[in-house]
């Protein structure tokens, strides 16, 4: 099961906590059974969301591979409105070569141009 369908089936409720009894929170699953911040958490939970639009999975995984999180996270809303794969491997060869602040700025314009009438 990937991250993002675990998130949505709420599969945290049903781990075991240290010492027994279950996490109280999805916060505090993520830091202490996985070892990962919250926010670093729904970033990964955005990517497989997005890669699970794609048909061509394994393709869509391999074209980000090499992108840190922290650009893929500015990617998400963009992919999420264009998610071809050609559409991806342009953002992907941005986001390789470019800034985090270059490719911020590249994906809002297209975003901005989609929220006008």
Known sequence: MALHEEHDAQLWTKAPAPGGGRYESEEGFWEEAVGVKRRTAYQLIAVGKVL???????EASATISGIGLHKLDVLVPILKKESTIPRLREWAALAKT???EALRKGCARPLAARRSP
Request: glycine share 0%; proline share 0%; no cysteine.
């Open 52 to 58: 699970a639009t794609f048909n061509e999975r394994e």
């Open 98 to 100: 470019h800034s985090r």
